[in-house]
């Protein structure tokens, strides 16, 4: 094929593929329309919306094309400051997680707790089909929880997985050795038992973890501990059990929880509402596609919020 | 369609005058496919509203485009022009080429800053350059001709198109009235 031929076949395809990112990268309808208001995207919004979906880890902040499935906290702190900087309101926190790593949810509630101290915002969190365990640590730092009356919540707790597979290494005839610089340094070893010492250990790091999620909850709950600490066995509830136990405020869909934030946070009329977890440009992209070509995407989206996964909050 | 790209774009002096007509049909698909998407994205629309939007936007281009040629054949052959109709609308279906640039400069957008709707003032200025060329090569006009020829049919347009707004309004308040 002739040069100037492949080179305008080639303009044809850049201006198609322009076009199609324009068309498929924009905002669903829907959101615009129904977000109460205009979905600003100058800064200047009443109310920051914050997707907490998928498990909670301290995973990279991505890049352009993001980093990686689950929630990460680096990128949810990122958006709680952007959302301080541009001076909204309230923060809304729409929380559809099993839960996660201690560290990672400890590090949200953190954030999410100094901004609500600060008293300029206020604070909602609006729960979609599981809002457990680490999911529930962010929950807790909000100034009004919401939840759908079969909303997965609760396993309050930490759980640390062990395995011992030495007679299986036995079966296949592994030897495995190690050379460590301490007794403990291969305390999580899978290829022998753990001894007393060990497992005492790595309770106490169980307790001490639960202890501070505890008094984390107590905290942001405003709960007493000794009214906390019963239901915090690491057992599930409904929405509607947990509104009775008080671990939620009140029941409702996410635009329940927005409305709750506007009134918190006093604003008359409609909100202005601001997505602020679309800095992850896949995390945008493919529910944007999704809403233009309902299917093409249905296995990346499937995979974001897994359906079973346990309600841990240390692996 | 690809030479026809091509030369209008990068070598204007060796470009048909006239391409064949299935050609400048091809030409306003293309333009008003990539048109109808741009919009669908800044209107939120889903597949549904591309495709009407499409169908939408591919009339007008269309209407457009015969009545641009139609009032530029007619004041050219008033102005001494000796070309043939077809060779008019073909040659100004051809001129728009360099609307194609126009989505790749959009989606550009955020980077390029306030070049970006200098950009598009320019893509537009070199579509009715290319206009004012294409009547010149169709008719064997002067350039000055040409340009007075596109003004002249926008100008007819624009009455044209305020007739036709006006007619229903005046009627409409004569029955008020």
């Known amino acids: 094929m002739r040069t100037d031929r492949i080179l305008a076949g080639l303009l044809v395809a850049a201006s198609l593929v322009a076009a199609s990112a324009a068309w498929l990268s924009s905002p669903p309808r829907e959101s615009s329309l129904n977000l109460a208001g205009a979905l600003s995207g100058d800064g200047t919004a009443d109310v920051a919306l914050i997707d907490v979906y998928g498990t909670i880890s301290d995973s990279a902040d991505g890049g352009v094309f993001g980093g990686g499935e689950g929630a990460s906290s680096n990128r949810l702190i990122a958006a709680i400051r952007d959302a301080e900087t541009d001076g909204v309101k309230a923060i809304l926190l729409r929380i559809n997680s099993p839960g996660g790593t201690a560290a990672a949810s400890q590090a949200v509630y953190q954030e999410l707790m100094r901004v609500r101290k600060d ?16 999911g529930y640590y962010i929950a807790a730092a909000a100034d009004h929880v919401v939840a759908l009356p079969a909303t997965t919540t609760g396993s309050i707790g930490v759980i640390m997985h062990l395995q011992n597979i030495e007679g299986l290494m036995d079966k296949l005839g592994i030897d ?48 007493p501990l000794d009214k906390l600490k019963p239901l915090a066995d690491g057992r599930i509830y409904t929405g509607s059990q947990a509104q009775k136990v008080g671990l939620v405020d009140s029941l409702g869909n996410w635009r329940v929880a927005l409305a709750k934030a506007a009134d918190l946070a006093g604003i008359k009329g409609q909100p202005d509402v601001e997505n602020y977890s679309g800095d992850d440009f896949w995390k945008g992209f493919v529910p944007r596609v999704e809403a233009k070509l309902p299917g093409f995407f249905r296995s990346v989206q499937s995979s974001e919020v897994p359906v079973k996964v346990p309600l841990a909050l240390m692996e | 369609m690809l030479d026809s790209l091509y030369t209008t774009l990068f070598r204007p002096s060796v470009a048909p005058v006239a391409p064949p007509l299935r050609v400048a049909w091809g030409i306003w698909f293309l333009l008003s496919l990539l048109e109808a998407m741009s919009l669908a994205g800044a209107l939120s629309l889903g597949v549904g509203g591309l495709l009407a939007m499409l169908v939408l936007v591919f009339v007008l281009n269309v209407v457009g485009w015969f009545w641009l040629a139609a009032a530029s054949n007619l004041l050219a052959q008033v102005l001494g022009g000796k070309g043939a109709a077809e060779s008019t609308l073909t040659a100004i279906a051809q001129a728009y080429w360099p609307l194609i640039l126009l989505a790749p400069l959009a989606a550009l957008e955020p980077w390029l800053g306030l070049l970006a709707p200098l950009l598009t003032f320019g893509v537009f200025v070199w579509a009715y350059f290319g206009v004012v060329r294409a009547i ?27 007739a036709l707004l006006i007619t229903p309004v005046l009627a409409l308040l004569t029955a008020l009235a």
């Open chain 1, 119 to 134: 008293g300029k915002i206020k604070i909602v969190a609006a729960m979609g089909d599981v809002t457990a365990s680490g």
């Open chain 1, 176 to 223: 495995t050795r190690t050379v460590q610089s301490g007794p403990h340094k291969d305390i999580l070893s899978p290829f022998r038992p753990t001894s007393p010492d060990e497992r005492a250990i790595l309770q106490a790091q169980v307790t001490e973890t639960y202890n501070q999620f505890l008094s984390d909850i107590v905290a942001g709950r405003k709960m």
């Open chain 2, 136 to 162: 010149s090569r169709a008719h064997a006009l002067s350039m000055g001709r040409s340009v007075l020829v596109l003004l002249g049919s926008g100008a007819a347009i624009g009455l044209g198109v305020m």
